[in-house]
């Protein structure tokens, strides 16, 4: 596809279930980002892959959530056990290299709600 | 860590005249400071960036600005149009440092 693709586009988890959260980055690009948004917030950084290589995720907030990226291309993000404050947009983002700076281009999201 | 702020959070301006969204950031390795646009249910999508060895760079209608010695940079809206309405975000990163650390955004709303 032309850009960043992310399903569902919309999650209703009941509080305890387990979700995943699938992420198709541009064909090519190496470096691969999660963002959790908030509702009238700024994205948040979860957690970061070069290729396969999980570099970065220190900004997982618990346990509970999980990502990878096995084969350098699609990533998901699992989080087990949601509660009510899991309820947020998660955003995917890909960019062409690594250490560069290069532009992030980011999917639409997936929000996911838990009632 | 890289900590962002961003004033304000609010802004409504007539159209036609120029919008001025300024973010301050606390780590001096930043060198990396792009700006995205995010309509509502939308994807973020960059709209200008800039690098610390330029003080400045414009596109058309939009322009940022960076001072490295007091740590902020702004954005520049110039004629502004009613598409221009959007929540922006700034944000920044150290070279070699991949993940972006964003702003708390501004909603901007162009009043016609």
């Known amino acids: 596809g032309a850009g960043v693709s992310q399903s569902p586009r919309y999650k209703v988890a009941k509080r305890g279930q387990d979700v995943a959260l699938r992420c198709d980055p541009i064909s090519g690009h190496v470096s691969l980002f999660w963002y959790q948004q908030a509702l009238g917030q700024g994205p948040e950084f979860l957690t970061y892959?070069?290729?396969?290589?999980?570099?970065?995720k220190s900004g997982l907030p618990s346990d509970r959530f999980f990502a990878e990226r096995p084969e350098g291309s699609v990533s998901t993000l699992k989080i087990q056990r949601t509660q009510q404050e899991d309820s947020a947009v998660y955003l995917c983002?890909?960019?062409?290299?690594?250490?560069?700076?290069?532009?992030?281009?980011f999917g639409q999201g997936t929000r996911l709600t838990v009632v | 860590g890289e900590n962002v702020e961003q004033h304000p959070s609010t802004l409504s301006v007539q159209e036609g005249d120029s919008a001025v969204i300024k973010c301050t950031y606390s780590?001096?390795?930043?060198?990396?400071f792009p700006w995205y646009k995010q309509e509502l249910g939308k994807r973020p999508q960059l709209i200008i960036d800039?690098?610390?060895?330029?003080g400045e760079k414009k596109d058309q209608r939009i322009a940022v600005t960076l001072n490295k010695t007091a740590k902020h940079f702004s954005l520049h809206i110039t004629e502004t149009q009613p598409e221009d309405s959007a929540v922006y975000f700034c944000?920044?990163?150290?070279?070699?440092?991949?993940?972006?650390?964003f702003g708390t955004g501004t909603r901007l709303t162009i009043i016609p």
């Open positions: 983002a890909s960019s062409l290299a690594s250490g560069l700076n290069t532009e992030a281009f």
């Open positions: 892959f070069q290729n396969e290589a999980q570099l970065d």
């Open positions: 800039i690098r610390s060895n330029v």
């Open positions: 944000a920044a990163n150290p070279f070699g440092n991949e993940k972006l650390t």
């Open positions: 780590d001096s390795a930043s060198n990396y």
